[in-house]
């Protein structure tokens, strides 16, 4: 009897001993299933990143559901690429222009060959035309604009007034490419080159897009063509919002005794408002209207003017650019020019 409680104690003792050691493992088996699930949780979602050199556009799905078995790598870095309009001749010869295109109507030998890139690259759009080797990578915001400054760049080095395919193709674009407002500002101005009034109700139309640059463009052809009242309002309301280009159309281009007087009104206009460029150009241009004996303006009021600008700028830290190009040293720069036209001891001194 001794011998088998001795041997059934021993039997409890080693059924002891086994389950302290199994509980004393068992953590570190959590551990490592743990680490294991989040690792195969990880994978998917690094793998989601893209490169550096190559940025890429995932699938929604993936994005979504990172985990799910269907999700191959080789899936994850496809981009989709919508079809071409283009055939593969056309396609090459734009691809040959490449990102030259972007930047300077030199990359085209001739305007014949920019009326032929132009006709080619609205067959489509951002989305459907290759513009170059790897254009297709680049994000969406990039590639839009891209190709608006190609269709700008092609429009630049064609004469509106001499050739009528590229008038045309001028016109195509202020009524199908309204989304690319670079390219519908060159060719706003285009029309206000061609001379051709046929074109006027169209950029009656365009004078109203929200884009800044499009309306100056679109204002300014209309000046040219004689559209005043169409065209002065636009023109003094960027005035006032510190495009003085605008300004600069409106002085440059009085024509007649009706529009002079309302031009001088508003250059007059321009010296109430904020903005200090604005305010500088106006006085500059009365200054040299009154020189030459066009005007007889109060220069006292007018050297006023300036020496505050001036005080105004010089007592600022910085001299920050506005969104509309707005800069305090060029306004500075317009009131030095000012005060040597008056010859003014006071800024002198």
């Known amino acids: 009897?001794?011998?088998?409680?001795?041997?059934?104690?021993?039997?409890?003792?080693?059924?002891?001993?086994?389950?302290?050691c199994l509980k004393a493992e068992e953590p570190e088996g959590k551990k490592e299933v743990?680490?294991?699930?989040?690792?195969?949780?990880?994978?998917?979602?690094?793998?989601?990143?893209?490169?550096e050199a190559k940025p890429e556009v995932q699938p929604k799905q993936q994005q979504q559901t990172p985990n799910i078995p269907e999700a191959k790598e080789g899936k994850e870095r496809h981009i989709e690429v919508k079809p071409s309009p283009l055939t593969p001749e056309e396609q090459?010869?734009?691809?040959?222009?490449?990102?030259?295109?972007?930047?300077?109507?030199?990359?085209?030998?001739?305007?014949?060959?920019?009326?032929?890139?132009?006709?080619?690259?609205?067959?489509?759009?951002?989305?459907t035309i290759r513009l170059w080797k790897g254009y297709e990578n680049l994000p969406q915001k990039e590639k839009r604009v891209g190709y608006s400054y190609c269709i700008e760049t092609a429009l630049s080095a064609i004469n509106p007034k001499t050739n009528k395919e590229g008038l045309n193709l001028a016109i195509e674009v202020l009524k199908t490419k309204r989304e690319y407002p670079e390219a519908l500002a060159e060719a706003a101005e285009a029309l206000g080159m061609s001379g051709d009034k046929s074109v006027i109700p169209l950029l009656r139309e365009v004078v109203k897009n929200p884009n800044?640059?499009?309306?100056?463009?679109?204002?300014?052809?209309?000046?040219?063509?004689?559209?005043?009242?169409?065209?002065?309002?636009?023109?003094?309301?960027?005035?006032?919002?510190?495009?003085?280009?605008?300004?600069?159309?409106?002085?440059?281009?009085?024509?007649?005794?009706?529009?002079?007087?309302?031009?001088?009104d508003l250059i007059r206009k321009a010296l109430t408002y904020e903005n200090n460029e604005s305010k500088a150009l106006a006085a500059l241009f009365l200054i040299g209207l009154t020189k030459k004996g066009f005007l007889k303006e109060d220069t006292k009021k007018l050297e006023d003017?300036?020496?505050?600008?001036?005080?105004?700028?010089?007592?600022?830290?910085?001299?920050?650019?506005?969104?509309?190009?707005?800069?305090?040293?060029?306004?500075?720069?317009?009131?030095?020019?000012?005060f040597e036209e008056l010859k003014s001891k006071r800024a002198m001194g």
């Open 1 to 20: 009897m001794k011998k088998i409680a001795i041997i059934l104690l021993t039997l409890v003792l080693l059924d002891l001993f086994t389950i302290s």
């Open 34 to 51: 743990q680490a294991q699930k989040e690792e195969s949780q990880q994978q998917p979602i690094e793998s989601q990143q893209p490169s």
């Open 92 to 127: 090459s010869f734009i691809e040959k222009i490449g990102p030259g295109a972007t930047v300077s109507p030199n990359a085209f030998k001739s305007e014949k060959e920019a009326v032929r890139y132009l006709k080619i690259v609205l067959k489509g759009d951002h989305e």
């Open 212 to 264: 800044s640059i499009v309306r100056l463009k679109a204002g300014r052809a209309l000046l040219l063509f004689g559209d005043i009242d169409t065209a002065l309002p636009v023109l003094d309301e960027l005035t006032r919002e510190g495009h003085t280009a605008a300004l600069g159309y409106i002085f440059h281009n009085m024509q007649g005794k009706v529009w002079e007087k309302r031009g001088i």
């Open 305 to 338: 003017i300036l020496i505050k600008i001036s005080e105004e700028i010089l007592a600022k830290e910085k001299w920050p650019i506005s969104s509309y190009g707005y800069s305090d040293h060029r306004a500075l720069e317009t009131v030095i020019l000012a």
